[in-house]
């Protein structure tokens, strides 16, 4: 899923090629991406886009007259800049924004169809929208520790609840936690004053190393290549692979449709965190620490075999 670095990319590489110019209309292949009716997506066609900006995962489009549309990409929806006109592909492809320099597809490949498009009329509307976490990149140490504090959660829990912390899901939530030491499943509030200040710098320095890193990556062309495993992150992504920091295979727990990746060593002091996938393969055999996990393991494939 885009989260703020990718999505401060979009915003970025839309800004000098969209605002000041009309958007001619917008084609819509996927009718379940339009969330709203009222008013009618053709009131923004004809429309100058007067900026560029963001409410937490969503890109917002500022129109003129007080028009917007708002787009989450949820889990696969990306962005890609084609030729003017460009006739919409059967497959993948949700809607196309047109101008009269480029068309840009919104795309997504997931079964599930998740991304969507609300036009809305009136800073009010759109401001309805805005789950209420802060703004970590400007947060001071005292709003950070209070929206920290305020609910007891797990971290992971806490640092993707967009009530909390506005714009971090998945997957810079397992890089912030990695570069802080601290465990997914820790408490907000079991947090000493220490622990919640590597937290805080963490959370800034990885979302700026990001932005900075996707913006190099980007130049001055237009971001296609966003996805939700980047190869230069140290944990997110790399079940089993080494931990860049200690060189111990990184561990992952698995709920629903998601996955959270940690270093036991570097962030829970060597003690695995229960994962239900793995909880039904080893039953009662559960290890305490990574070395017990690889013997478990080994002795569930001897008897599978």
Known sequence: ?????????????????????????????????????????????????????????????????????????????RFHQKRPGTPLPRRHVNASFDFENASYFLTERGKRKQASLHVLEGREALD????????????????FARALRGENRTLKRALTDPRIL?????????????????????????????ELARLRVATV????????????????GFPERITAFHPKMAVHGRFGEPCPRCG????????????TNYCATCQTGGRLLRDRALSRLLNEDWPRTVEELEEGLQRARKEQS
């Open 1 to 77: 899923m885009p989260e703020l670095p990718e999505v401060t990319a979009y915003i970025e590489a839309f800004r000098p090629r969209v605002v000041g110019l009309k958007l001619q209309r917008i084609r819509i292949r996927s009718p379940i991406l339009l969330r709203t009716f009222d008013p009618p997506v053709s009131e923004a066609f004809g429309r100058t886009v007067e900026e560029i900006s963001r409410i937490g995962k969503r890109i917002v489009w500022e129109l003129s007259g007080d028009l917007y549309l708002a787009i989450h990409l949820m889990v696969t929806g």
């Open 205 to 220: 320095e990885n979302l700026e190393v990001w932005i900075a890193r996707l913006r190099e990556e980007v130049g001055e």
């Open 248 to 259: 111990d295979p990184i561990q992952r727990i698995v709920y629903a449709e998601r996955e």
């Open 166 to 194: 506005s714009g971090i899901g998945n997957a810079h939530s397992d890089e912030i936690l990695h570069a802080a030491g601290l465990s997914p499943a820790q408490l907000t509030r079991n947090l000493d004053d220490d």
């Open 128 to 143: 309805a929208l805005d789950r209420g976490g802060i703004e970590p990149l400007t947060a001071t140490p005292e709003q």
